[in-house]
């Protein structure tokens, strides 16, 4: 069995002390650590960390972030990021990919995501501001439109403001709808998916339960980020992984070496 490798995490609340009981990796301070898990909603340290020679896993969505500055520090610090846009990318893509797998005829593609929030932070909604969750879910809408549709479009994603959570579009063919309730109690994370073919509608579900008292939306992000801190810290320098667990290690073309 390998060594742990020693990880400084930065932000997350109970989600941190959950990877301090992971035997895959070892708490450290950040002078020592060679990777640095990253669970804040601030960016601005990134680079820094990058261009020390510390590579770094992050949950913060790809798009939230200042690619230049990013790409300069990698080759500074001969270093590598991975940011994955937080847990649920990787669920949405695994989801589509199965039913995309089946049927090259979408032409539209919407996740319902049903959340009940326990008083506790739970990443990323209660413990980042409210303006950053926009970012997740725009990367959710681009993991979505990928899984299932050849072409990438040009339009911008756009946020609309609910009373129970938002809805997240990207044209008229990827919706993204998050439903929060508090303290309701039964399930406390599903997923909807609906794919629209010309034949008709298809609706997939998928219920998440806590794991040794876990919340499911913090258990499926610990999975993901540590999923990623080995391969990440044994790959090339100055490159952007992403979807780690659904498809090959594959450099990003807006990160290049």
Request: net charge negative.
């Given at each position: 069995?390998?060594?742990?490798?020693?990880?400084?995490?930065?932000?997350?609340?109970?989600?941190?002390?959950?990877?301090?009981?992971?035997?895959?990796?070892?708490?450290?301070?950040?002078?020592?650590?060679?990777?640095?898990?990253?669970?804040?909603?601030?960016f601005d340290e990134i680079?820094?960390?990058?261009?020390?020679?510390?590579?770094?896993?992050?949950?913060?969505?790809?798009?939230?972030?200042p690619l230049d500055e990013?790409?300069?520090?990698?080759?500074?610090?001969?270093?590598?990021?991975?940011?994955?846009?937080?847990?649920?990318?990787?669920?949405?893509?695994?989801?589509?990919?199965?039913?995309?797998?089946?049927?090259?005829?979408?032409?539209?593609?919407?996740?319902?995501?049903?959340?009940?929030?326990?008083?506790?932070?739970?990443?990323?909604?209660?413990?980042?501001?409210?303006?950053?969750?926009?970012g997740y879910y725009f990367?959710?809408?681009?993991?979505?439109?990928?899984?299932?549709?050849?072409?990438?479009?040009?339009?911008?994603?756009?946020?609309?403001?609910?009373?129970?959570?938002?809805?997240?579009?990207?044209?008229?063919?990827?919706?993204?709808?998050?439903?929060?309730?508090?303290?309701?109690?039964?399930?406390?994370?599903?997923?909807?998916?609906?794919?629209?073919?010309?034949?008709?509608?298809?609706?997939?579900?998928?219920?998440?339960?806590?794991?040794?008292?876990?919340?499911?939306?913090?258990?499926?992000?610990?999975?993901?980020?540590?999923?990623?801190?080995?391969?990440?810290?044994?790959?090339?320098?100055?490159?952007?992984?992403?979807?780690?667990?659904?498809?090959?290690?594959?450099?990003?073309?807006?990160?290049?070496?």
């Open positions: 069995m390998s060594s742990p490798l020693p990880v400084a995490v930065l932000g997350g609340g109970a989600l941190a002390s959950r990877i301090s009981e992971q035997p895959d990796v070892v708490v450290a301070e950040q002078s020592s650590a060679v990777v640095v898990v990253h669970l804040s909603a601030d680079p820094d960390h990058l261009r020390a020679g510390r590579d770094v896993v992050t949950a913060l969505p790809l798009e939230a972030l990013i790409r300069d520090a990698c080759r500074a610090g001969s270093s590598t990021l991975h940011a994955t846009g937080g847990f649920q990318s990787a669920v949405a893509a695994r989801l589509t990919r199965s039913l995309a797998a089946a049927t090259r005829e979408i032409t539209r593609i919407e996740l319902i995501e049903e959340i009940d929030l326990p008083e506790d932070g739970v990443y990323p909604w209660n413990t980042v501001p409210d303006n950053a969750l926009p990367a959710g809408l681009r993991v979505l439109e990928a899984a299932a549709f050849p072409d990438v479009s040009s339009e911008a994603p756009v946020f609309h403001a609910e009373d129970s959570g938002a809805v997240h579009t990207l044209g008229e063919r990827v919706g993204y709808r998050s439903i929060r309730t508090r303290g309701v109690g039964g399930v406390p994370l599903r997923y909807r998916l609906a794919t629209t073919t010309a034949a008709g509608t298809a609706t997939a579900t998928v219920d998440f339960h806590p794991t040794d008292g876990i919340h499911p939306a913090d258990h499926l992000t610990l999975v993901e980020l540590l999923k990623a801190v080995r391969p990440i810290h044994a790959s090339e320098p100055g490159i952007v992984l992403r979807d780690l667990c659904i498809t090959h290690l594959a450099p990003d073309d807006r990160l290049p070496r």
